[in-house]
Structures are given as C-alpha cells and as structure tokens.
C-alpha cells in the first residue's frame, strides 16, 4: 500500500523558515511537493529525480525552497525559506514513475497535506 505521509507544516511570519517531510513507503522515479491555496489550481513546487538527484522548482520558490531526500530512510524533505504570505497553502507531497517534473499530472500516489500559513 502506497504512503506518503507530510508534516512540518505550521503558521510562520514573513521572511520566516520551515521545513516540510514526506515518508513513503516505496520508492519512486520521482518525488516532488505541490501546493494548493483555496480557490486557486494546484502549483508545483518542486520535484527530484532518485536517478541522479536532478531538482525542478517552481519560478516563484527558486532560490528560496530547496528539495532533497534521504533514499536510505524513505524521506523527502522541502526547505522552505524567505516565505512570502503567497507561499501559504496546502502542501502535498506526492510521487511517481514517470517523467520528473513538477507537472502534476506525471504523479500517481499524493498524500494528505499538511498546511503552510505565512503571515505579515
């Protein structure tokens, strides 16, 4: 059974930290996070490659978020930094076997999210 199960999330101010992590069960060609604010579209943040460790992000979170992974314990982390009050939003971390990018649609397995609140 596919898991992947966030936490970290929290209320920060502007210009704050925070550090998001995923466990999963499996192992994947890609894993990556994804962010929903209400009444907008899910936005890819940011993905990683397992072969290689090739990184994707999001225009928006370059250069300020950073994503990476422990293998060797099943865990993908999001370092999140310079937050703004347009980073706030349901974080999800998802996964797949396709093509790594942070295009939604080439993952499979999402989990429940965990929420991220910026304020000033």
């Known amino acids: 059974q596919v898991q992947l199960v966030e936490s970290g999330g929290g209320s920060v101010q502007v210009g704050g930290s925070l550090r998001l992590s995923c466990a999963y069960s499996s192992s994947y060609r890609c894993m990556g996070w994804f962010r929903q604010a209400p009444g907008k579209e899910r936005e890819g943040v940011a993905a990683?490659?397992?072969?290689?460790?090739?990184?994707y992000y999001t225009t928006s979170v370059a250069g300020r978020f950073t994503i990476s992974r422990d293998n060797a314990n099943k865990m993908l982390y999001l370092q999140m930094n310079s937050l703004k009050p347009e980073d706030s939003a349901m974080y999800y971390c998802?996964?797949?076997?396709?093509?790594?990018?942070?295009?939604?649609?080439?993952?499979?397995?999402w989990g429940q999210g965990t929420q991220v609140t910026v304020s000033s």
């Open positions: 998802a996964a797949g076997n396709r093509h790594c990018s942070t295009y939604g649609e080439y993952f499979s397995y």
């Open positions: 990683i490659a397992t072969a290689g460790g090739s990184t």
